[in-house]
């Protein structure tokens, strides 16, 4: 799991102490470390692109199962899935 975010995001910062919490292991990405724009970002369809375009304001974006998740939307996968 990859947790995609940057600093001073408390969403950020409540996604990991969550994800700690619950004893999951996660890599964190601050994205604005990561990101490289290039010619076609609108079709790459990465985790890095859709955070830094599309969701910049609702970050973290969160890497799992071969897909991006939203912090709301992940808990709610994680609960599901451990229950």
Not at 33 to 49: A, I, N, P, T, Y
Request: proline share 4%; hydrophobic share 40%.
């Amino acid at each position: 799991m990859i947790v995609y975010g940057k600093p001073g995001c408390k969403l950020c910062e409540a996604a990991k102490d969550k994800l700690q919490r619950m004893d999951v292991w996660f890599e964190e990405v601050n994205i604005e470390d990561v990101l490289v724009v290039h010619q076609g970002w609108r079709d790459d369809g990465s985790c890095e692109v859709l955070a830094w375009y599309m969701l910049h304001e609702t970050l973290p974006v969160i890497w799992y199962r071969d897909r991006c998740w939203g912090y709301p939307e992940l808990m709610r996968e994680l609960r599901r899935v451990t229950a």
